[in-house]
């Protein structure tokens, strides 16, 4: 087994390389978003290009080719349950990398870090004409990107969202969603009949210091290790991993309290999966991140399930009274509670309620895939935009800054990766389920703010595995059951009756 | 001349990416130094080690040696005045770069990050032992990167100083320095005889935010462009370019108003020279800093004359009472003038004062010189740097934490460098009595606030030659005369009459 022990160390060493690179890129693109001065765009965006194009060379080396043909030769290496998934995510790796032409990666590196700025301008302006140009070149290089990447029979949209959910189709999801859509909206309507738990007290201003404190002290006790991570803010609030930490960032306005807590306790979601990973692995795919899906039910578990429970407010406010103080004097746990579960339609994602926020999603999943099959045309997008939304969400867009300008995604060059979010949603309801039946409930252990029991069970039962196993194996493993949006539905029944009984 | 054309045309494009990887790794040690939380510190080194290789592997390319012999080859390239230059300063930076190999590139890089992160422990902690191991590993990698790049008969400080301060040598060093210490001890002692100006009320608090909007509003008027740069905190000020933004870092101690005032300035005026390089040329030879002794001369410029001139205090009334108000309430400019002119010999070289500075550096040059040649072990560092400072400065160190461990230069595999700051100081002081005699007074401007006139003179006589002119040619080309700590002494000389007149 020589000539594989060999090729079998040379695959992790160089692997980790290539991560290096990409997690340097990951602290340009952070900076960019938290302190770059908006003069140095532009050399910016031809770091990032050059950065891809070397991460791109590399992972694409002939030899990686060759160390993988030695593995896949020897049985024993199937055999052994380390290299087993490291051999067969790294192949898959190769394979996707290898499709792509080089000047392409380099091409759309670019673009993604252009446009994202170009696009900052148009929201900030609610200008789309001025951001269109940007919008047609980017959907015609993921096109190729796609065309590049597809098997014979895959659609543009499949080939994409398989980089952010492996094994996730549109078919499926559609057979999935649909029902979803279906419930959603009629509970949508249903609650639009009755009276809304009131929520303006939680608009008083509170100072940005107090925001910030309230939110740290949160992460802390969800356990984020700020030895190895660090909490800033930015227009849109998001978390990266720049290699030896995990990067968060949320926002604070004055009337945003409650927006920037949930904010902050969803990307400490993202951080903690990031900080769960084996160490020991990192670089590697027993030491990334399974998918993006399954990234996200770790965000949407703490946001949601525990942050919007009425339990986490009981344990919270304490440190409510502490940070908040006078802007919320009188209220009560259960007031917060209430009004955090508000169900209200709205015109912008990150600021949806848990019933109506995959509505949002679904509006993005359909247009993308119109989008790439160059079914519509980019011109036409905020029409087909506030078409839907009205259609789904029952409200008017007033102006492309609250319509089809709101997210970045698009103009970073995330398309097929919208799903995701819907699928975390998912995930994180299951993955609730199944933690409240093995620790023996958990709002006890909220309420009580016994976070690491909460804590070490998503890092045994998730975390750790890295890429192990594909998204949907890791579901059944830690469930017991397949995908479905039966928990979610039952999740957000049970809440709502107590939310609108009161 | 179509062949070298292309080689021509070849060259500033490869440099330019090889210096896009150099500014990338400016902005992972930039976040290093100001954000990076402690956990970290492992992947970043090894991040940066990784860059430090690539770029090495870009700039030893044997394309660059065919290239530029093609350029060398055709006289009439010799004859161009922008090819001339770049052409020499690239065939400089090849065969520098091709002399060490790319191990040692590597290795030296991943040091120079760990034993900066172990330098600033054992510095809070006062444990020189503790520092010792790295500090032996640095000196004896440096005198590896020496032997590789010093040519027959000369010294590896010499080969180690000429990355820095391109021509210059220790003898001659040593010809300038000797009869400036024996003037600048002179001086010390003759003043330490006087009655020295008030500085007390200078250590008053001031809050944090009070003394960043007074660097801002000064950084503002000398012209730093902060759409293409960035002002933050840091252990130790620095200034580094990444690329498309200049960032500087000052630090805020409640009784260092005058500190964190000087340090801004100090590092705005690297940071005007960074960018009053010409866009166009950015990333080859003729859009690159000539020398540190050049670059630290408009550092120093700004600190000294400007900032501690009678003038600066007049112009900065304003700036001081709307910033600075109560704490300095009852005082006038002229107090704060002779404030920050006091002399008074000190253990820390960055809280040194002007006429006692520049005995800080020569203990550096002398014991840096000894360490490398094998003539001082580290492990005798303490012993060695104690004596001279009772020697050249009259002061005893209690702890090395006040002694040999306050500068991170050594950790950070920065040998021959110390004195490209008094170099800078005799640049400054040279240029200040041309700009004097070119602008018709620089008091005058300076107490009027009319910094654009002087920056511009910088500008246009020395920022945007770039790499032009070798750093003593371009001395004589701004000033008329070889470089002499004549104006030096003479600057001193009459700013301390006066001050200490009164």
């Given at each position: 087994m020589a000539a594989t022990d060999d090729a079998y160390a040379a695959l992790p060493a160089h692997a980790r390389e290539t991560h290096l690179l990409a997690s340097t890129s990951a602290l340009l693109a952070w900076d960019q978003e938290t302190g770059m001065p908006s003069g140095a765009g532009d050399v910016r965006s031809r770091q990032l290009a050059l950065l891809a194009r070397l991460a791109h060379e590399r992972a694409t080396d002939p030899r990686v080719g060759e160390w993988l043909a030695v593995c896949a030769a020897d049985p024993r290496c199937a055999a052994d349950p380390d290299r087993e998934p490291n051999v067969r995510c790294l192949r898959r790796d190769f394979d996707r990398a290898t499709k792509l032409p080089p000047s392409l990666v380099a091409e759309l590196a670019e673009l993604e870090s252009r446009s994202q700025q170009e696009w900052a301008v148009a929201r900030a302006r609610s200008d789309f004409r001025r951001f269109l140009p940007w919008l047609e070149r980017m959907v015609a290089l993921q096109q190729q990107k796609a065309d590049c990447l597809r098997a014979p029979g895959q659609s543009r949209w499949d080939a994409l969202a398989d980089l952010y959910e492996p094994g996730m189709n549109a078919r499926d999801l559609a057979a999935l969603f649909g029902p979803l859509q279906r419930a959603l909206v009629a509970l949508r309507e249903r609650l639009a009949g009755g009276s809304s738990p009131s929520a303006g007290f939680a608009r008083e201003p509170v100072p940005e210091a107090n925001q910030e404190a309230l939110a740290r002290a949160v992460l802390a006790a969800m356990g984020f290790d700020f030895e190895r991570g660090r909490v800033d803010?930015?227009?849109?609030?998001?978390?990266?991993?720049?290699?030896?930490?995990?990067?968060?960032?949320?926002?604070?306005?004055?009337?945003?309290?409650?927006?920037?807590?949930?904010?902050?306790?969803?990307?400490?979601g993202h951080g903690l999966y990031e900080q769960g990973l084996e160490p020991v692995h990192l670089g590697t795919p027993l030491g990334e991140p399974v998918s993006l899906g399954i990234h996200e039910s770790q965000s949407r578990f703490w946001e949601n399930h525990v942050g919007r429970s009425a339990a986490f407010w009981q344990w919270c406010w304490p440190l409510v009274e502490r940070h908040v103080g006078a802007a919320w004097s009188g209220r009560r746990p259960d007031d917060v509670f209430r009004a955090v579960n508000r169900v209200q339609p709205s015109l912008i994602r990150v600021e949806a309620d848990e019933a109506t926020y995959d509505l949002h999603v679904m509006v993005r999943f359909a247009l993308e895939r119109q989008l790439l099959a160059g079914e519509l045309g980019a011109a036409n997008l905020p029409e087909a935009w506030n078409a839907l939304y009205r259609d789904h969400l029952g409200v008017t867009v007033p102006d492309d800054r609250?319509?089809?300008?709101?997210?970045?995604?698009?103009?970073?060059?995330?398309?097929?990766?919208?799903?995701?979010?819907?699928l975390g949603n998912l995930y994180a309801a299951q993955f609730a389920a199944a933690a409240d039946r093995a620790l023996g409930g958990l709002p006890g252990l909220i309420a009580r703010g016994q976070f690491a029991a909460l804590r070490e069970w998503l890092r045994r039962h998730v975390h750790r595995h890295g890429r192990r196993h594909e998204p949907a194996d890791l579901c059944r493993l830690v469930t017991g059951a397949p995908l479905s949006s039966a928990p979610f539905l039952d999740h957000l029944d049970h809440k709502l009756r107590t939310v609108y009984a009161s």
């Amino acid at each position: 087994m020589a000539a594989t022990d060999d090729a079998y160390a040379a695959l992790p060493a160089h692997a980790r390389e290539t991560h290096l690179l990409a997690s340097t890129s990951a602290l340009l693109a952070w900076d960019q978003e938290t302190g770059m001065p908006s003069g140095a765009g532009d050399v910016r965006s031809r770091q990032l290009a050059l950065l891809a194009r070397l991460a791109h060379e590399r992972a694409t080396d002939p030899r990686v080719g060759e160390w993988l043909a030695v593995c896949a030769a020897d049985p024993r290496c199937a055999a052994d349950p380390d290299r087993e998934p490291n051999v067969r995510c790294l192949r898959r790796d190769f394979d996707r990398a290898t499709k792509l032409p080089p000047s392409l990666v380099a091409e759309l590196a670019e673009l993604e870090s252009r446009s994202q700025q170009e696009w900052a301008v148009a929201r900030a302006r609610s200008d789309f004409r001025r951001f269109l140009p940007w919008l047609e070149r980017m959907v015609a290089l993921q096109q190729q990107k796609a065309d590049c990447l597809r098997a014979p029979g895959q659609s543009r949209w499949d080939a994409l969202a398989d980089l952010y959910e492996p094994g996730m189709n549109a078919r499926d999801l559609a057979a999935l969603f649909g029902p979803l859509q279906r419930a959603l909206v009629a509970l949508r309507e249903r609650l639009a009949g009755g009276s809304s738990p009131s929520a303006g007290f939680a608009r008083e201003p509170v100072p940005e210091a107090n925001q910030e404190a309230l939110a740290r002290a949160v992460l802390a006790a969800m356990g984020f290790d700020f030895e190895r991570g660090r909490v800033d803010r930015s227009a849109h609030p998001f978390c990266t991993n720049t290699g030896g930490d995990v990067r968060l960032t949320t926002r604070y306005r004055p009337d945003g309290a409650l927006d920037a807590l949930g904010s902050a306790m969803h990307e400490g979601g993202h951080g903690l999966y990031e900080q769960g990973l084996e160490p020991v692995h990192l670089g590697t795919p027993l030491g990334e991140p399974v998918s993006l899906g399954i990234h996200e039910s770790q965000s949407r578990f703490w946001e949601n399930h525990v942050g919007r429970s009425a339990a986490f407010w009981q344990w919270c406010w304490p440190l409510v009274e502490r940070h908040v103080g006078a802007a919320w004097s009188g209220r009560r746990p259960d007031d917060v509670f209430r009004a955090v579960n508000r169900v209200q339609p709205s015109l912008i994602r990150v600021e949806a309620d848990e019933a109506t926020y995959d509505l949002h999603v679904m509006v993005r999943f359909a247009l993308e895939r119109q989008l790439l099959a160059g079914e519509l045309g980019a011109a036409n997008l905020p029409e087909a935009w506030n078409a839907l939304y009205r259609d789904h969400l029952g409200v008017t867009v007033p102006d492309d800054r609250h319509g089809c300008l709101q997210d970045v995604h698009w103009a970073a060059g995330l398309f097929g990766y919208f799903p995701t979010y819907t699928l975390g949603n998912l995930y994180a309801a299951q993955f609730a389920a199944a933690a409240d039946r093995a620790l023996g409930g958990l709002p006890g252990l909220i309420a009580r703010g016994q976070f690491a029991a909460l804590r070490e069970w998503l890092r045994r039962h998730v975390h750790r595995h890295g890429r192990r196993h594909e998204p949907a194996d890791l579901c059944r493993l830690v469930t017991g059951a397949p995908l479905s949006s039966a928990p979610f539905l039952d999740h957000l029944d049970h809440k709502l009756r107590t939310v609108y009984a009161s």
